[in-house]
């Protein structure tokens, strides 16, 4: 790439076809911008770990607010699952449109960054999950207790 012009780093291929068509100086890169495409969904599930962890499990009502946030980790699930997938599949495609010794650091370059997001939306999902299922098991203990309480009271009436 001894141009003069800037090199342009594109993610999707058939833009990547049709500049290099045109003459462009184009690199295509499948893995380079999966970081910024990651973020929201892990940010979701980043909110949702935040807002369980703030749910007080000796309200007798916790249920209710574990069972609607369960239900909102549920409704990105697919959406996850499908961007984890293609973190995956897009580490496996190569770097195209530099010389050889420009390919090797855009390469690793282009895995780092795959492998960031990857790992980024996987440690969010595993968060949300886990923060869940302990605040549900701490719910329901509580709620095991209030039950045996109110019983107990019942059975001296």
């Given amino acids: 790439m ?12 058939d833009e990547y076809d049709s500049l290099r068509g045109a003459g462009a100086d184009v ?10 495409r990651v973020k929201a969904v892990a940010d979701h599930y980043r909110g949702i770990a ?3 962890e703030s749910i007080n499990v000796f309200s007798p009502f916790a249920f209710f607010s574990l069972r609607k946030l369960r239900g909102e980790a549920k ?4 959406e996850a699952e499908g961007l984890l997938a293609e973190c995956l599949a897009r580490m496996t495609e190569p770097v195209e449109g530099m010389t050889a010794a420009e390919l090797s650091w855009i390469q690793g370059f282009t895995f780092a960054a ?3 997001a990857f790992t980024e939306l996987e440690h969010a999902f595993s968060a949300a999950s886990a923060t869940l299922d302990r605040k549900s098991s701490y719910a329901f203990a509580a709620f095991s207790l209030y039950v045996g309480v109110f019983l107990a009271g019942a059975s001296v009436l």
């Fill in 27 to 36: 690199v295509y890169t499948a893995a380079l911008f999966m970081p910024s």
């Fill in 75 to 78: 409704e990105r699930t697919e």
């Fill in 114 to 116: 795959g492998m960031s």
């Fill in 2 to 13: 001894a141009s003069s012009r800037p090199t342009r780093f594109v993610s999707e291929r």
């Fill in 50 to 52: 935040k807002h369980a």
